[in-house]
């Protein structure tokens, strides 16, 4: 037991791994976490990240264009014969007051955080199963707004408003995760979502005083960063939970056990 280690127990050293929403602070921090431990990894993004390094491969990607999703991925797997993770992380929220929504604005949530997801899942199990590919491990991203209401007290008027919408769409994928993980059972794949609270976004800061507000909410009294994410991708893409599957699991420092 002595020289038991995280790689050991999670040993992800040449793993197949597809990220969609890869250069979004999420997708590209996950991207880095699997090619520190070994893994080949793809992502899907609109826009390049900068990331570089040996094992990346970038592939432009438009998640609501289902035949191009399909495309792209059976070129990762006849590449490699497999894809062993997918995580979606790739999603759109919008700020806008609810009662001033547009349709536009209801149709680019959609489409991206509902129905891409769609495309991405149906594309890869559809080549799953004409290649006779022997397992893959799927993770999609909620968020705890997809089963809370947001505590509209600590939003100021110029900070950025969880949507009805945004909390709508993460409420399918929660469900969508449930639905799949009892339908691919039987090809050997494994669905789960991971569900974050608020996290401090580095690339566009919320406002000092939303931090703090949002911090008191908090039993752990402090927004979560991306690193606090970390265990929860590794156990839930890992060999080690193959008996887990259908599951929600929230990182949200207490939140939602108020």
Same mark, same amino acid.
């Given at each position: 037991?002595?020289?038991?280690?995280?790689?050991?127990?999670?040993?992800?050293?040449?793993?197949?791994?597809?990220?969609?929403?890869?250069?979004?602070?999420?997708?590209?921090?996950?991207?880095? =976490?699997? =090619?520190?431990?070994?893994?080949?990894?793809?992502?899907?993004?609109?826009?390049?990240?900068?990331?570089?390094?040996?094992?990346?491969?970038?592939?432009?990607?438009?998640?609501?264009?289902?035949?191009?999703?399909?495309?792209?991925?059976?070129?990762? &797997?006849?590449?490699? !014969?497999?894809?062993?993770?997918? &995580?979606? $992380?790739?999603? &759109?929220?919008?700020?806008?007051?609810?009662?001033?929504? $547009?349709?536009?604005?209801?149709?680019? $949530?959609?489409?991206?955080?509902?129905?891409?997801? =769609?495309? &991405?899942?149906?594309?890869?199990?559809?080549?799953?199963?004409?290649?006779?590919?022997?397992?893959?491990?799927?993770?999609?991203?909620?968020?705890?707004?997809?089963?809370?209401?947001?505590?509209?007290?600590?939003?100021?008027?110029?900070?950025?408003?969880?949507?009805?919408?945004?909390?709508?769409?993460?409420?399918?994928?929660?469900?969508?995760?449930?639905?799949?993980?009892?339908?691919?059972?039987?090809?050997?794949?494994?669905? !789960?979502?991971?569900?974050?609270?608020?996290?401090?976004?580095?690339?566009?800061?919320?406002?000092?005083?939303?931090?703090?507000?949002?911090?008191?909410?908090?039993? =752990?009294?402090?927004?979560?960063?991306?690193?606090?994410?970390? $265990?929860?991708?590794?156990?839930?893409?890992?060999?080690?939970?193959?008996?887990?599957?259908?599951?929600?699991?929230?990182?949200?420092?207490?939140?939602?056990?108020?």
């Amino acid at each position: 037991m002595k020289n038991l280690n995280i790689k050991s127990l999670f040993n992800f050293n040449k793993k197949i791994i597809l990220i969609t929403g890869s250069s979004g602070q999420i997708g590209s921090s996950i991207v880095k =976490l699997f =090619l520190s431990l070994g893994s080949k990894v793809y992502g899907f993004d609109k826009i390049k990240n900068k990331i570089k390094h040996d094992d990346y491969e970038f592939i432009k990607a438009d998640i609501r264009n289902k035949s191009e999703v399909r495309r792209k991925i059976s070129r990762i &797997v006849k590449k490699n !014969n497999r894809i062993d993770v997918i &995580v979606n $992380t790739a999603a &759109v929220s919008i700020f806008s007051k609810y009662d001033k929504r $547009t349709n536009s604005e209801l149709d680019k $949530t959609i489409n991206t955080n509902i129905k891409g997801l =769609l495309n &991405v899942i149906n594309s890869y199990v559809n080549i799953h199963k004409k290649n006779s590919l022997k397992k893959c491990s799927i993770i999609n991203f909620g968020s705890i707004y997809g089963f809370l209401s947001p505590d509209f007290r600590i939003y100021g008027n110029k900070d950025r408003f969880s949507s009805e919408i945004y909390g709508a769409s993460k409420a399918a994928v929660i469900q969508l995760t449930k639905y799949y993980s009892v339908m691919l059972s039987k090809y050997n794949i494994n669905v !789960n979502c991971l569900s974050p609270g608020g996290i401090f976004n580095n690339q566009k800061p919320q406002n000092k005083k939303f931090v703090k507000r949002y911090s008191k909410r908090v039993p =752990l009294d402090r927004m979560g960063n991306v690193k606090n994410l970390f $265990t929860g991708i590794l156990f839930l893409a890992s060999d080690r939970s193959s008996y887990v599957s259908g599951q929600n699991i929230i990182i949200d420092g207490g939140l939602s056990s108020w």
